[in-house]
């Protein structure tokens, strides 16, 4: 995205205490916290039951980075003067950054490297604040073995609270079938 210039053709100065001027930079700590080292599984490898957990606690920098991503910039994530005036209360997480932690866990862990989406259906219960930590869950709970795909269900608490719920669909590939190999890692 490209920020406006103001009529000078300078670009405009960041207002004080806004959300998108983070105050620190992320240093490699904060940012590799929540990177899971990558595990491949071919869909031979799946069975019933199968499940990998996620838990990230939601910093201020990670829904900055978020908007600053996605161009979602509602004030109801990003500031808290307007966010106290609201039912909530205080700044909330975008519902798809939360919703985003289930496909890390898919792309990385279960199925991992070499997945790809086909569907996924997101129920949003309750509001993700600040500093909550999400815990996520994904689980095996169908196969089809003529179409290499594997149906997972995808539950989100924080504090034990269901936050986000949904089922996803993802095709897997297979390692009789494969023509090429999954890369190594």
């Known amino acids: 995205m490209r920020r406006r210039s103001s009529k000078s ?20 700590d904060a940012v590799n916290s929540m990177i899971l080292p990558l595990r491949t599984l071919y869909f031979e490898d799946l069975s019933m039951g199968m499940t990998e957990v996620l ?8 829904v900055v980075g978020f908007a600053q991503l996605t161009g979602d910039r509602n004030p ?5 003067h307007f966010a106290a005036q609201t039912s909530f209360g205080r700044r909330v997480a975008h519902g798809l950054y939360t919703a985003s932690l289930i496909s890390a866990v898919l792309g990385t ?5 070499g997945a790809v989406y086909i569907s996924q259906t997101l129920y949003f219960r309750a ?30 608490r924080v504090g034990g609270e269901v936050v986000l719920e949904g089922e996803a669909l993802v095709k897997v590939p297979s390692a009789l079938k494969s023509k090429r190999p999954l890369p190594r890692l």
């Open 9 to 28: 053709g300078k670009p405009p100065k960041p207002l004080r205490g806004n959300a998108l001027t983070p105050r620190r930079r992320n240093t490699p």
């Open 55 to 62: 838990s990230k606690t939601i910093s201020s920098a990670d």
């Open 76 to 80: 109801i994530h990003l500031s808290e």
């Open 109 to 113: 862990r279960l199925p991992g490297p």
């Open 127 to 156: 509001p993700v604040n600040i500093g909550d930590t999400v815990d996520v869950t994904v689980t095996v709970v169908g196969l089809n073995p003529e179409r290499q795909r594997a149906t997972l269900t995808c539950i989100c």
